[in-house]
């Protein structure tokens, strides 16, 4: 009847405007979330298992997730207990232990952007996972009240995470031999080895 | 060469997607479209045991400067 067709127009133009805001946000997105969860786990598998699978509930909620002030807040969240799971998974699963990432070693700074991400998750990937998530979501910009939101810590934790990943990434960068303040300390200490 | 942390830093945060990593977002983003699509059609239950609480809107903390929000 003529009186049911305007709301059913309206109501698949609100389906193919949702359809729309959702497929922007992915593509937008989809490679910062899993740049964030392969700071946290070497499995490229399984981190895109996870990736995939958040962005699906995503869009099965997008109605409600897209009225969020940062809905990526949401999804990071997401992302992440959804890898937890997986790995909780894997490890049940598993008779030999997963993950064991070896260390990063560069012979010589990173020449570019590329290769300097991927020092960057090596390393974030060679620490405790909540330390690993709150740095790097520090690195896309997010506040610190914000990251602590998004992963149940208090503030304080993640200011005090902060400055220790960025001990230990010093440390690393030393290690690699290519930071500035190594050569001074391996100057003053005679020898570095065994730290 | 030295590089300190804090270039290295500035480096790997400045990294804008190469036309690869943008191909393989749009790829990504047809292949969740398509799940998804078909999750529905198997009536498959895609929220499960996951919080859809907006995790910025929570009412035990505050966020300074921000506004009051609503989920």
Redesign the interface.
């Known amino acids: 009847m003529t009186a049911v067709e305007p709301s059913v127009t309206a109501a698949e133009r609100r389906l193919a405007e949702l359809?729309a805001s959702?497929?922007d946000f992915?593509?937008?997105n989809?490679?910062a979330v899993e740049r964030f969860l392969r700071s946290l786990c070497g499995d490229r598998e399984l981190v895109q298992e996870a990736?995939?699978e958040t962005?699906?509930?995503a869009?099965?909620?997008w109605e409600?997730?897209s009225g969020?002030?940062?809905p990526l807040?949401?999804v990071y969240?997401?992302a992440r207990?959804?890898l937890m799971n997986e790995q909780a998974r894997q490890r049940r699963e598993a008779t030999a232990p997963l993950d064991e990432v070896p260390a990063d070693r560069l012979v010589?700074?990173?020449a570019?952007?590329?290769e300097?991400?991927e020092?960057?998750l090596g390393c974030l990937r060679r620490l405790p996972e909540r330390q690993a998530a709150v740095f790097a979501l520090a690195?896309e910009g997010w506040?610190d009240?914000?990251i602590?939101?998004?992963l149940g810590l208090a503030?304080n934790t993640v200011r005090s995470y902060k400055a220790a990943v960025?001990r230990r990434?010093?440390r690393f960068?030393e290690e690699a031999g290519?930071?500035?303040?190594a050569?001074d300390e391996r100057a003053h200490a005679g020898s570095a080895q065994g730290r | 060469m030295t590089v300190d942390l804090d270039d290295i830093l500035a480096l790997a945060t400045g990294h804008k997607p190469t036309v690869f990593e943008r191909a393989s977002a749009g790829r990504n983003t047809r292949w969740v479209q398509q799940q998804y699509a078909r999750a529905k059609a198997d009536g498959r239950d895609l929220v499960g045991d996951v919080d859809m609480h907006d995790p910025l809107s929570d009412d035990t903390g505050e966020i300074p400067g921000s506004p009051a929000r609503r989920s």
Not at chain 1, 178 to 181: A, L
């Open positions: 359809d959702f497929e992915c593509r937008n989809i490679v990736v995939q962005f699906i509930t869009r099965d909620k409600e997730i969020y002030e940062k807040a949401w969240k997401t207990y959804k010589a700074p990173p570019d952007s590329r300097a991400q020092w960057l690195l506040t009240p914000e602590a939101r998004i503030d960025r990434l010093k960068a290519f930071d500035p303040s050569d």
